[in-house]
């Protein structure tokens, strides 16, 4: 692993555990077990580890949604029909957020702080909100989403989506279904992924009302499933 993998990946995990305002560059370089000049000859300030950290999610994030914003301008083509898209997107992006749970717990300041983050996540965060459009309507068209109205009420959807996806974790970790704060590797894996399973429910209950009930009970079930083989695998690895 390159040098900089390492600075980023012990970085990551010290800001989930200690807070970022609570972690500094000799922080993560004793963490490492390198010399603090070591880590500056890489990085020049703690603001531009967690820019790399943040490409670093996006990087994976990208690989979860795996579909191109629409067309600029809009093509006349109805896109294809995903069915799995959304049980992807909704896995995907909760675990990613709680492997990186820092970042949505701490946004707000962040992103204060950084103008240069400020626009980096602006961008991104535009990018995703289209995908996730993207995502939608078709399943709106195919009538797999009902009683969803105009263009408007689906960007509303979908914004709402978004937000209960990146700050559901966080939430979570404050509620009872996270238990108690974790000191150990092990026990923050078991917190995270506690996390992410009740998050899925959350998120999945926005989608209720506009469902069939059989396939939105399909829809959980799918999501359960794979939270059981990839959510659950990841945080353990970590641990």
């Known amino acids: 692993m ?8 012990a970085a990551v995990d010290l800001f989930n555990a200690e807070g970022v305002a609570g972690v500094t560059t000799n922080h993560i370089a004793a963490h490492l077990g390198m010399s603090p000049g070591n880590l500056y000859y890489h990085y020049a300030n703690k603001e531009e580890i967690v820019r790399d950290a943040f490409e670093r999610m996006n990087a994976e994030a990208d690989a979860v949604w795996q579909i191109d914003p629409p067309p600029d301008p809009p093509s006349k083509k109805k896109p294809a029909v995903d069915p799995l898209a959304l049980q992807r997107i909704v896995v995907g992006n909760l675990t990613l957020y709680a492997r990186y ?4 717990r701490e946004l707000t300041s962040l992103l204060r702080a950084d103008p240069e983050l400020r626009e980096r996540y602006g961008t991104i965060a535009t990018r995703r909100m289209e995908q996730l459009v993207a995502v939608l309507r078709p399943l709106v068209d195919a009538g797999l989403l009902l009683n969803v109205g105009d263009d408007d009420d689906l960007r ?14 966080p ?8 238990g108690p704060p974790a000191k150990s590797a092990k026990a923050r894996a078991a917190r995270a992924s506690a996390a ?3 998050g899925a429910v959350l998120v999945l209950h926005l989608f209720k009302p ?10 959980v079930v799918l999501v359960r499933s794979q939270l059981e083989t990839s959510s659950n695998k990841v945080f353990s690895e970590r641990a």
């Open 171 to 178: 939430y979570a970790e404050t509620a009872d279904v996270a």
């Open 156 to 169: 509303a959807l979908a914004e709402s989506a978004w937000l209960i996806g990146l700050f559901c974790v």
């Open 210 to 219: 506009y469902m069939d009930p059989l396939a939105y009970t399909a829809l």
């Open 101 to 104: 749970i820092f970042f949505a």
């Open 196 to 198: 992410v399973e009740r």
């Open 2 to 9: 390159r040098t900089k993998d390492r600075i980023v990946e």
